[in-house]
């Protein structure tokens, strides 16, 4: 049965090798998760600040405790580590190569970042351009940073949220896309009577990321 293929219609009718899935789930090389969703804090903040609502989301979505899907929160400056994740949860044989195969049977990729962390999910996000790997959704939260406002052509689906109530730090208000025939801006979103740190803590942003989460999920 080494040879042994199948088109899947789950998949676009993309060609599986149930050897190589055998393979990867035999040797425990890797297991891949449905959604893999990376959170950036802003500034000199925690990942395990509770106050912080990138932590807060963070918090929620590992509450609905569904074994496909993993969430993993970073300061800004650790967006590499993100990136290091995430080519591990694609890379399942570990050749240090992307193969179309991998891709098919890569997780669905959600960043989401507040203040300096709507950066780092730019950052990433153009980095797995390079190589070809998808992102499902990018969620910018006050976003501050040189370039952060343009979303690269390998996002699929993009929103941003942000506050004018600061006078001094104000965020992006309009994202703009490389792309518009691969990317859809699902809104900019003003979220009124909140400062800039305040604004990640908003109900409307943590409703609005676990809702798509368990879309993606498929989760009740």
């Known amino acids: ?37 990376i ?15 990138v932590v807060q989301i963070g918090n929620r979505l590992k509450s609905i405790h569904n074994p496909e899907l993993q969430v993993e929160i970073y300061r800004h400056w650790h967006w590499k580590k993100a990136y290091d994740l995430i080519y591990q949860n694609v890379d399942l044989n570990r050749d240090e190569e992307i193969s179309n195969e991998e891709l098919e049977l890569a997780p669905r990729i959600v960043i989401y970042g507040h203040s300096l962390g709507g950066w780092a999910v730019i950052k990433l996000s153009r980095s797995l351009e390079r190589i ?68 990640a803590r908003g109900s409307e942003i943590s409703d609005f990321l676990t809702e798509k989460v368990r879309s993606i999920c498929e989760i009740p």
């Open 1 to 37: 049965m080494k040879n042994e293929q199948a088109v899947s219609p789950d998949n676009g009718g993309v060609l599986v090798r149930f050897d190589y899935i055998r393979g990867i789930a035999k040797h425990g090389k890797a297991v891949s998760s449905r959604a893999l969703v």
């Open 39 to 53: 959170g950036f804090v802003g500034g000199v903040r925690s990942p395990n600040d509770l106050k912080q609502g």
């Open 132 to 199: 070809c790997v998808p992102v499902e959704l990018t969620v910018q939260i006050d976003s501050v940073g040189i370039g952060d406002e343009k979303i690269p052509s390998n996002v699929k689906f993009a929103a941003n949220f942000y506050q004018r109530s600061n006078m001094l730090l104000r965020g992006e208000d309009k994202l703009k896309v490389e792309n518009e025939g691969k990317t859809i801006v699902l809104g900019n979103f003003l979220i009124k009577g909140v400062g800039h740190e305040a604004v």
